[in-house]
């Protein structure tokens, strides 16, 4: 945030020779980014991402800007993966921040489902990669769900 101050300073100072009118609305724009960087970090450990056992259901939240509620029968497989993802789109970030942020885990699922995002938009996936702080943990509780739902499918 300091860096998105100082940076709005030096731009406003060099927009401002040309338009001052323009200087002010980068400004603006700058200062409403730094707003935002500010809500999503605090929001962050306020919106936690869960698992609903009593109503079966896997809640991932990414702060205020994303969050997908994804039913335990979708679920397929889960697995560590840090590694660069595919353009073709095959697996989606769930960070809104796309390649600035990173992932630990690729969660797959049976067929496609939603991930509500930020003023309404909306992504669709079937492949998802995410950050889970506790990712072994995580990983346990997530195969124990996919081999307790083939179990009780037979």
């Keep these: 945030m300091f860096i998105i101050a100082i940076e709005t300073l030096a731009v ?11 200087a002010w609305i980068l400004s603006f724009v700058s200062l409403y980014t730094c707003l935002q960087i500010w809500a999503l970090i605090k929001s962050m450990d306020r919106r936690p991402s869960f698992i609903d056992y009593e109503n079966r259901l896997l809640t991932l939240r990414y702060g205020f800007f994303n969050v997908t509620v994804i039913p335990f029968k979708k679920l397929q497989s ?20 796309g390649i600035i942020d990173t992932h630990n885990l690729v969660l ?9 995002g930020v003023y309404g938009f909306t992504k669709e996936y079937k492949k998802l990669a ?3 702080d506790e990712k072994e943990r995580f990983i346990k509780e997530i195969q ?4 307790n739902k083939r179990q009780n499918d037979k």
């Design 12 to 22: 406003h100072l060099l927009i401002g020779q040309w338009s001052n009118k323009a």
């Design 78 to 97: 889960i697995q560590a993966d840090k590694r660069t993802l595919p353009n073709d789109k095959s697996i989606i970030q769930f960070s809104p921040l």
């Design 108 to 116: 797959s699922l049976h067929e496609n489902h939603i991930i509500d």
């Design 130 to 132: 995410i950050f889970i």
């Design 144 to 147: 124990s769900i996919i081999k």
